[in-house]
């Protein structure tokens, strides 16, 4: 990671390409009680490390004044911190594979064996060895080639990955997936990070990136398919549930242990037994990344699902002065029904809580010595022996402490500073990430619609 730095600093501020996309919601689908809230059969240890995951980079760009509803013909996808990208272990066939996680989208895929990598800029081939995945893949044969249609997805920095789709048997967490649909790529300007050869979707249906026809960059027609999770329960493998237990790390290389990701139930972790529930508010993002003639469509292709949700409020000294005002924020969302109430996508993909402006400087301000908005790092910065404030996130009746280290987050640049672990949001919709998440065990019910969470026992 200290490496890696240099790089992503200097990518404050730059605009990366230029991408259109719109912003809408989605009702919250739900088709049975909520599941028990009982140990999984199926567990998954994550690996934690830097980098800039896939999909949070749509909610990145929304920070800076683009308009909600409305088509975005900029995104400067910055790094503010490096982000957490949590990965795991995946089979396909045989053949074993590290995928990173992602919450927003619903496809997984894995690069295929000589693969073409592209360099985003020059938009000139390169070396294989440039796009920096992990092992590749070669069809095996248990894959089914499905004809006639193909694989695109366009991410918020305008990298892409395209390829051919089919049938393989997927293997993940022990449980065993056959003519489960996969996307093997054969063309990605996407770069990687020497590990992982893929992503795994744990989004929904709706949002899968297959298409109509053979022509690699089209994206005419959505032909929607089960995700692999989505397979699991329909199939009666599973209950419909999932859930994260991050774990918090001092690891500032990025190669430490990054949790848990339960299958079905949740992960072996101490937690108090007390659940506040959520229903899901999803947020969509259309890609519309298409000619002109596909965006005049009345129905665009979703292109990524984030489960979002509805607070209560945050709790730190003085929140009763600073307000959340809902109008200024013009969220896709269903309103809450009482005003001061903040919605907030729920999302492992970004080392920082990002919060309406108002209450992001007040929060700062509340560290002591007060955190300062530092434009080199992009964001708010403090002394790294700073005392951080007592803060709150109260949902569905519960109130959980952020622990305060996880509020000031060394990066390792030497400086003495830190950067804090809550940000201002600015146009965007809040977002409450790993700092909130490794305090909690995060259960996504996606056959009741709902989040749940239990704190964590101090760890
Ligand atoms: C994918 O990225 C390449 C390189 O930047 C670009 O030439 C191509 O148009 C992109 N495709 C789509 C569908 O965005
Ligand atoms: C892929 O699997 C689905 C069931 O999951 C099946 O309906 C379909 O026919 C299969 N396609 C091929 C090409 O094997
Ligand atoms: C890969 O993408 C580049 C840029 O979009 C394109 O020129 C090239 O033809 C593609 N190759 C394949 C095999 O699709
Ligand atoms: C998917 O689309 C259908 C039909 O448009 C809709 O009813 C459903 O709520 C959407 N969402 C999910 C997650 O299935
Ligand atoms: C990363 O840091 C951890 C803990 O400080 C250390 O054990 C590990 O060896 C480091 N890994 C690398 C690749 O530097
Ligand atoms: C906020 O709460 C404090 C302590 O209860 C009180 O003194 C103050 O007047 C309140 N401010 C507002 C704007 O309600
Ligand atoms: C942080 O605070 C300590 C103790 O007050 C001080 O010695 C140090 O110079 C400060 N560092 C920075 C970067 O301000």
Not at 80 to 109: H, K, L, M, R, Y
Not at 429 to 440: A, R
């Amino acid at each position: 990671m200290l490496c890696l730095l240099p790089i992503l600093w200097a990518e404050i501020g730059e605009t990366v390409q230029s991408q259109k996309f719109t912003i809408g919601s989605q009702s919250p689908p739900s088709f049975k009680a909520p599941s028990p809230n009982v140990p999984a059969a199926h567990i998954l240890p994550l690996t934690g490390k830097a980098g800039v995951p896939q999909s949070a980079g749509y909610l990145q760009s929304l920070r800076y004044g683009n308009h909600i509803n409305g088509v975005y013909g900029l995104t400067s996808v910055t790094n503010i911190a490096p982000s957490d990208i949590f990965s795991t272990n995946i089979i396909f066939g045989a053949q074993s594979f590290q995928v990173e996680i992602d919450t927003g989208s619903s496809d997984t895929w894995v690069v295929g064996r000589d693969f073409q990598c592209i360099d985003q800029t020059a938009e000139a081939q390169e070396p294989e060895s440039g796009c920096m995945f992990g092992p590749s893949y070669t069809l095996s044969h248990s894959f089914r080639r499905i004809p006639d249609q193909h694989f695109i997805i366009v991410y918020g920095d305008g990298s892409n990955a395209t390829g051919i789709v089919g049938n393989e048997t997927v293997t993940l967490a022990g449980i065993r997936v056959t003519n489960q649909e996969v996307a093997v790529v054969d063309n990605v300007t996407v770069t990687g990070d020497r590990v992982t050869s893929g992503l795994l979707g744990l989004s929904f249906r709706n949002s899968t990136s297959v298409y109509a026809g053979t022509n690699p960059n089209t994206m005419d027609r959505q032909i929607q398919y089960d995700p692999v999770f989505t397979t699991m329960y329909t199939r009666g493998y599973v209950l419909p549930l999932f859930s994260l237990a991050i774990e918090r790390s001092s690891a500032t290389n990025g190669t430490a242990p990054g949790g848990l990701l339960a299958i079905g139930g949740l992960p072996p972790v101490p937690f108090r037994p007390f659940f506040a529930s959520a229903p899901f508010q999803l947020l969509n993002v259309n890609n519309a990344a298409v000619p002109a003639a596909d965006s005049q469509k009345a129905d665009p292709d979703l292109a990524y699902t984030f489960y979002a949700i509805t607070i209560q409020g945050l709790t730190y000294e003085r929140s009763n002065e600073t307000k959340w005002s809902h109008s200024k924020f013009s969220s896709p969302l269903e309103p809450p029904s009482d005003a001061s109430h903040i919605q907030v996508v729920i999302d492992s993909g970004t080392n920082l809580i990002y919060l309406p402006t108002g209450i992001a400087v007040a929060v700062n301000a509340l560290f002591d010595p007060p955190a300062q908005f530092y434009t080199s790092y992009g964001g708010f910065a403090v002394n790294c022996s700073a005392k951080a404030p007592n803060f709150r996130v109260d949902i569905g009746g519960q109130t959980f402490f952020i622990d305060k280290k996880d509020l000031i987050l060394d990066l390792g640049r030497g400086t003495g500073l830190c950067v804090t672990g809550v940000n201002d949001a600015g146009y965007g919709t809040p977002i409450l990430e790993t700092p909130f998440l490794k305090n909690v065990l995060a259960i996504f019910d996606v056959g009741a619609g709902e989040m749940r969470f239990a704190a964590r026992e101090f760890y």
